[in-house]
């Protein structure tokens, strides 16, 4: 039974939220600024301290920036920062300290500090259905993540995953797939 705390925040969350499904779990801590950009599916956790920031490129109402599906996970410490498209497809794990951001700050002006140059180089992130990222994953902007793929720790997606893979490093580099032929992962050489 989750506390009366918990159930009155997910209670608040689902009402400013632009969808918000039932059985969802909100921690407390969690925060998510402008919500209304927001899309929450069905039974879907969101544990303390994670930050939703949406700064919607476009202001259009009743347009979800960031779309969450069903079942997803998301771990202690998350931080999601969107600006033009995030969608997390269902049954997606998201351990903790996970940062998934779709635009990056201008850097070229080097007589203006880089935190206050403009937000620039937006472009849509996609987690496919049934993908796990592991602890401290970095997911950059324009990449997509193929479904029932493992991103290990720690982490750095900068270009495009396969479905069915494993992927590690920095720069995530995929090291197995799964081969339907022979029905098992093989080892990418």
């Not at 997803?72 to 049954?91: K, M, N, Q, S, Y």
């Not at 070229?108 to 993908?131: C, F, H, N, Y």
């Not at 495009?160 to 992962?185: C, Q």
Request: hydrophobic share 40%; glycine share 10%.
């Amino acid at each position: 039974m989750r506390s009366p705390k918990v159930l009155l925040n997910a209670f608040l969350l689902g009402i400013r939220c632009s969808e918000f499904g039932k059985g969802n779990v909100v921690d407390m801590g969690v925060m998510i600024v402008h919500p209304e950009y927001v899309s929450i599916g069905d039974k879907v956790v969101i544990h303390k301290d994670t930050l939703i920031h949406v700064a919607a490129k476009e202001k259009i109402k009743g347009r979800p920036i960031v779309k969450i599906g069903n079942r997803v996970h998301l771990g202690f410490r998350c931080w999601i920062a969107a600006r033009l498209d995030i969608t997390i497809e269902d049954d997606v794990g998201i351990a903790s300290n996970v940062t998934i951001q779709d635009y990056i700050h201008s850097y070229e002006d080097v007589t203006r500090p880089i935190k206050d140059q403009p937000l620039t180089g937006e472009a849509p992130i996609r987690i496919g259905r049934g993908t796990v990222l592991g602890a401290n994953v970095i997911v950059l902007p324009g990449v997509t993540v193929g479904e029932h793929c493992m991103i290990g720790g720690n982490s750095v997606i900068a270009k495009d995953i396969p479905p069915y893979s494993v992927a590690v490093g920095n720069p995530a580099r995929v090291v197995k797939v799964y081969d339907r032929e022979l029905g098992k992962w093989t080892r990418v050489e």
